[in-house]
């Protein structure tokens, strides 16, 4: 029995799947450059070189689309055994190699441009936060102090991702992933350590 994802008996993706996938793929690129106002069903059909009559069929509407393209998996690691004095530099690496690896494409930075001018987005955004940050944040300060300071800290890296990739600052943009993990990690350590 072949699987739902597979054309019958070969293992190769159903043209269906691709078709879904090269919708998803062109409107996170449009989404993440453009934002969610200035980004067009026909300009996502064109860029999955499809008929916009068939973004719609599988999607049903922009805010549907917006909804698939927002599926937003941090792969945080556990952090339980991360040391406090360590944590700082672990977070800020984590999240730079996130975003060293494709930045145009990475749904979180999409969601963060989004964010500011979409309250559907900045909801998302704020359970992203809620149900991925905190957690893995909790584990390693405890329930009490998690919470807060998940918050501070998540404050520093957005502000991160949004000079060095959205903005482009270009202080921020130059500076070598070693060079950005050296110049934050203090900032971050001392959130967690402040009273």
């Given at each position: 029995?072949?699987s ?50 068939m ?7 922009k ?31 984590l999240?730079l ?7 145009t ?26 149900a ?5 944040l ?5 329930p ?52």
């Open positions: 029995m072949s739902p994802h597979t054309a019958a008996g070969d293992g190769a993706p159903r043209r269906s799947d691709r078709t879904r996938a090269a919708i998803l793929d062109a409107a996170r690129e449009r989404f993440a450059t453009q934002g969610y106002e200035r980004t067009t069903i026909r300009a996502v059909a064109a860029d999955a070189r499809i008929d916009p009559s973004v719609m069929r599988y999607f049903g509407s805010e549907r689309l917006f909804e698939a393209a927002l599926a937003v998996d941090l792969r945080l690691p556990d952090l339980s055994g991360t040391g406090r004095d360590e944590l700082a530099a672990v977070l800020v690496g999240f190699d996130r975003w060293e690896a494709g930045p494409h990475d749904t979180l930075l999409m969601l963060l441009r989004s964010a500011v001018t979409n309250e559907r987005a900045a909801e998302r955004l704020r359970a992203v936060f809620a991925q940050v905190v957690p893995a909790t584990a390693v300060l405890g009490e102090e998690g919470v807060r300071r998940a918050a501070l800290l998540a404050g520093h890296l957005l502000g991160l991702a949004v000079t060095r990739y959205l903005v482009r600052l270009p202080e921020v943009a130059a500076l070598s992933r070693d060079e950005v993990v050296a110049a934050l990690t203090p900032a971050l350590r001392a959130t967690l350590e402040a009273d």
